[in-house]
């Protein structure tokens, strides 16, 4: 069964840097889009950022240039480097997958998440 599993989360102070990553494992076929998500306390979850298969990143207006959506195909892994991270930032980071599981329909999968939290 495919999982996500995010890491890299912690608490840091407000102008430092983090570098998530999610791990997919399982009996994958195919992954397409992955992207990152965040919920911040008392908010509705939000998109951060996306990285198509083979189109170029898309980021949320409020992180672009500070954060870089990355991924290794060869690892089935996606990295989220996150730099003058502001109080704001602060939420559980999720990570998603469009992929296909071997004897499965294509699929949107989730992450269980990972706190990152800034502050002083």
């Known amino acids: 069964q495919v999982q996500l599993v995010e890491s890299g989360g912690a608490l840091v102070q407000p102008g430092g840097s983090l570098k998530l990553s999610c791990a997919a494992s399982g009996s994958i076929l195919s992954i397409y889009a992955m992207a990152w998500y965040r919920q911040a306390p008392g908010k509705q979850r939000e998109w951060v950022a996306t990285i198509p298969s083979t189109e170029s990143a898309n980021y949320v207006d409020s992180v672009k240039g500070r954060f870089t959506i990355s991924r290794d195909n060869a690892k089935n892994t996606m990295y989220l480097q996150m730099d003058s991270l502001k109080p704001e930032d602060t939420a559980v980071y999720y990570c998603?997958?469009?992929?296909?599981?071997?004897?499965?329909?294509?699929?949107?999968?989730w992450g269980r998440g990972t706190q990152v939290i800034v502050r002083s």
């Open positions: 998603n997958a469009d992929l296909k599981e071997w004897g499965r329909d294509r699929a949107i999968y």
